[in-house]
């Protein structure tokens, strides 16, 4: 499920929020309850709203932390002599 599915909705149930980024619920609630994804509160029902969903989702996305490379030129992702790709605590891509 994605976020488009569900056109025009602002905000999400935690259950439907953790489908629509292929989560555990369990996840979703740990995430809200420790701000690292922006939710909220009506009466005692907790939302996750559209934006939220889609700046985490965008959070989520590989990239190469190295300036001035794109993630489909990043470094880590080629072999390295003597180790696995990106093995290295140094070299930069998460990868």
């Given at each position: ?18 489908k629509v980024l292929d989560l555990s619920p369990r996840t ?68």
């Open positions: 499920m994605e976020i488009s599915a569900a056109s025009e909705q602002l905000a999400f149930t935690v259950p439907h929020a953790a979703v609630w740990y995430l809200a309850n420790t701000g690292q994804i922006e939710s909220i509160k009506i009466g005692r029902s907790r939302r996750i709203t559209r934006a939220a969903l889609i700046a985490t989702s965008r959070a989520s996305e590989p990239r190469c932390n190295r300036p001035g490379t794109a993630t489909a030129e990043c470094p880590g992702a080629e072999a390295r002599p003597g180790g696995s790709a990106g093995s290295s605590p140094t070299s930069g891509c998460p990868r």
